[in-house]
């Protein structure tokens, strides 16, 4: 049996958006650019842990010509320097994957101090233009709250995907849980108006392969944002399987909390 999550799996997900037809954009592209083709996948990547791994999914995506998004944290396993610079240098847009409200217990003028501080420190490696929450499952604090107050427009930044993609017409994946449908258990990386809707059109995998075979059939949606985390992606079978066994171990968790909270 083919592993899943491995870097050469995502190398074959992306050359089958490709062979259909679809760009493959960043985030700021889908902002900015006006004469979008009519199939694209917005590529995006949360890197919140292991930030070398980012380099490993890079490399296909270059290779590929593809444009995409990395988004950055400031924790130490994240924030460093030497990858990010390479991130730029490949051609990738940067943002900041931001979690202030949680690091400032929810004191919403210091999570703004705390946001412009960070935002200026990774605005020295690229004009950052776009930003995005970092769930923070473990956290009672959700981050994009800093927004009941302030406004991020006014600090240079043009989009948020949780508030500035219209998920009417783009249909969204994410690898939470290390799996495709793990919106099921996630606690905050989910869209659940439209879920429902996405769900009925049976646009719902469980596998990449699962996705490999729909873009093949063309059944896919036309425009797709899609999120991973590259740390959960390996060819090495050590790291893989780590990987796989404490992803296994957090979703049985969550599940739990889940049925405890019913
Ligand atoms: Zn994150």
């Not at 902002?31 to 292991?50: E, F, G, S, T, W």
């Not at 929810?106 to 929450?133: N, Q, S």
Request: glycine fraction near 4%.
């Amino acid at each position: 049996m083919e592993r899943d999550f491995t870097i050469d799996i995502y190398q074959k997900l992306l050359v089958s958006f490709k062979d259909k037809g679809y760009a493959l954009i960043a985030f700021e592209d889908y902002l900015l650019k006006d004469n979008l083709p009519h199939q694209y996948v917005i590529l995006r990547h949360d890197i919140d842990k292991q930030a070398s791994q980012a380099i490993a999914v890079a490399k296909i995506e270059k290779e590929i010509k593809a444009r995409a998004s990395y988004y950055f944290r400031v924790v130490p396993e994240s924030n460093q320097p030497d990858i990010m610079k390479q991130i730029v240098d490949m051609g990738f847009e940067l943002g900041y994957h931001y979690e202030d409200m949680s690091l400032c217990h929810g004191d919403i003028d210091k999570a703004k101090t705390h946001f412009e501080h960070w935002l200026a420190h990774f605005r020295e490696f690229y004009p950052v233009r776009t930003i995005c929450m970092h769930g923070a499952p473990q956290s009672k604090w959700d981050s994009r709250a800093l927004w009941d107050k302030y406004n991020y427009k006014d600090m240079g930044i043009i989009g948020e995907p949780y508030f500035d993609v219209d998920f009417n017409s783009i249909f969204y994946l994410t690898d939470t849980g290390r799996r495709w449908d793990g919106y099921k258990v996630s606690v905050r990386d989910k869209i659940p108006v439209h879920q429902e809707r996405w769900t009925a059109n049976g646009w719902v995998f469980h596998s990449t392969k699962d996705i490999i075979n729909a873009a093949i059939s063309g059944v896919l949606p036309d425009k797709i944002m899609m999120t991973t985390h590259p740390q959960r992606w390996h060819n090495d079978l050590l790291p893989w399987t780590y990987e796989y066994g404490r992803q296994r171990l957090v979703n049985i968790l969550k599940f739990t909390k889940l049925l405890i909270n019913k």
